[in-house]
């Protein structure tokens, strides 16, 4: 009977034990999800600070209290001066904007570096990613009047690639090329990501050809970081890999040359709104078409983009992109006529 006592007692011990772990299991689940809800409400904060000081250019602080105090966020409570400063100092640690005060007159802020958000770095990318989340989530009752373009597979890919960067460790990925019948497992030193087109692409060196090569996520079966390293070369930058470059493409075969092409006048609002490179100047504007140059390399997707605007847009120089386009044009009218 004491032993029956015993093994009851030790059931029960353990049936308690059992309890309080998932007890306290429940406890952190719950605390994880108010904890992810503070952190989800504080960059929503902080989000939109920024944008109230970028669309102001410049305000000051009873500006910015006052618009808080309008926002559903603030449940009309007022912006203190000392939450306002932790906000300022979390917005560089996290997204590198410096917010400034003039140190006189009206005493307005300003985000002293506020090209970041138009130079299409990570930066930029990051900030504008998040405003659209939010903005997308506080418009749940809504989703069925959102449509959102179908992006191809690859992001799945991303953690693999990010960490392999950060420890410069080789990957083996498993590739089918558009070129290839048959896919091949292989080994990369990942150098950098580019996002184009809503694309990933992994730029990486292949030590089987001995050169960079450029890897769409979409074209990867299976993708895994191996036991080897690999010495990240100093001279690469992957910024200035692709400064002369339209898109993913950089083949140095092209020589980086000044392209001008004349645009339709409706046309040319949406090539001013959205440059085709960072290069690009507006040369000549009248009524009927505007003029404009960039200077890159011409390659295969740059030819495509041209191609894409048809008859609102004429290369104009240099004269042997002239002909390949319109070479390709004359083509494409011989397949139409034959309806006439």
Known sequence: MAMNGKRRKKTFIKLKNSNLCLVLAHLFIIFA???CDMAKNLLNKYVWLVETIYKAKKISYEEINRRWEDNDMSEGKPL????????RIAIEEMFGLVIENEQGGQYRYYIENAEELKSGSMRSWLFNTLTVSNLMMESVSIKDKILFEEIPDGEQYLPVILDALKKNTVLELTYQSFWREESNTF???PYCLKAFKQRWYMVARSPYYDRIMIYALDR???IEAIDETFDYPEEFVAEEYFEDCFGIIADEEYDVETVKFRVSAGQANYIRSLMLHQSQKEIERNDE???????LRPTFDFRQEILSMGS???VLSPKWFRDE????????????????
């Open 312 to 314: 609102d847009i004429e």
């Open 187 to 189: 080994p990369v030193e």
């Open 33 to 35: 999800e108010k904890f």
């Open 289 to 295: 078409y505007s003029t404009f140059t960039v200077r």
């Open 80 to 87: 203190p001066l000392r939450t306002f400063h932790k906000w």
């Open 220 to 222: 990867v079966q299976e």
């Open 325 to 340: 386009v319109a070479e390709i044009s004359k083509n494409m009218w011989n397949k139409y006529k034959k309806d006439k």
